[in-house]
């Protein structure tokens, strides 16, 4: 569990997850309510592994991709998802390929046909700032974490 106190520290963290992402296929699922800073996230995410360009809430769009350093990076946002069968029409498994990187807002408006997460990352308002927590499923993502942790 960490404390983001600004926008700032939100970037700084998510930089610093950046540094520790394997090269093959990664999903994250990240939790929170609206204005939590989960594209603020996303957008940390992609600054820190080279993307130079504006990052936008796929809110209307579903997905946004991305290609950096010869790899597919996808960023979802499911708010808006009415059903998830809905993902199916989208084509959703071929998203998921063996390199690919996959962070999924709202991963709850999806249930049952998103493939489970490597790491989640759930984030929660404070009186002051944000409460981060990061939740692995894999044995990848447990080595992530103990080395955020550390």
Not at 34 to 39: F, N, S, Y
Not at 88 to 94: A, C
Not at 116 to 145: H, M, W
């Amino acid at each position: 569990m960490c404390w983001l106190i600004d926008e700032q520290a939100t970037l700084d963290l998510a930089a610093e997850l950046a540094s520790l992402l394997p090269d093959s296929a990664f999903c994250i699922h990240l939790k929170g309510d609206l204005g939590a800073g989960k594209t603020t996230f996303v957008r940390g995410l992609l600054t820190a592994l080279g993307h130079t360009g504006k990052v936008k809430s796929p809110t209307y769009t579903l997905v946004e991709h991305y290609h950096i350093n010869a790899r597919d990076i996808y960023h979802f946002d499911l708010y808006r998802l009415a059903d998830p069968e809905e993902l199916l029409y989208l084509g959703i498994e071929d998203y998921f390929s063996s390199h690919a990187l996959s962070f999924i807002e709202w991963p709850e408006q999806g249930k049952g046909v998103l493939p489970e997460p490597d790491l989640l990352i759930s984030l929660n308002y404070q009186k002051s700032g944000r409460q981060v927590t990061f939740t692995p499923f894999s044995a990848a993502a447990s080595i992530i974490c103990d080395k955020l942790h550390n």
